[in-house]
């Protein structure tokens, strides 16, 4: 069996493999800003004042990842939406005329980033990886990056030998 059902893995917890927390000091709110014509053309990443956010071009809105303390989304919403969406435009003033897209909080889609791995990654019929193995920061794309090298190292591995015993 090839475990790969993400961060919280419930194959790991009934196998009994135990994780290794390395800690990371942010979590990350996503959200939806409509793309407009006049838009920056490429991905940014803008970090002003102590704040960070990262946007990607989807087409017709831009995915944003805002950057938080971990542990700070109570902190974040008890100062309310209309403070989140003025931090948003001072960090990126292009979006000041769409953040009030953010309607409410169910906009904003927590992740609460989590790096760690397993010191062992298998047992004889049994096979982690990807966010079961090891949960990355999503700066970068890493973790997905490192899920699909994942993916294709076990393929590597795994099909020449199916198809010897074949």
Known sequence: MIAADGRHS??????GFHVTEIGAPIDVLW???SRHPNDPVATLGRIVNGKMMVTLDRGDYWQCAYVIPKGGIEQTRAAGLPVFR??????APHFADRVQELRSWDDVKLLTVAVN???EWSRPGLLFIGDAAHAMSPIGG?????AIQDAVATANILIPKLKQAA
């Open 31 to 33: 959200l939806r800003l």
């Open 142 to 146: 890493v973790g997905v990056n490192l």
């Open 117 to 119: 791995r397993l010191a």
């Open 86 to 91: 003025a931090a948003i435009a001072d960090l």
């Open 10 to 15: 419930t194959i790991r917890d009934a196998a």
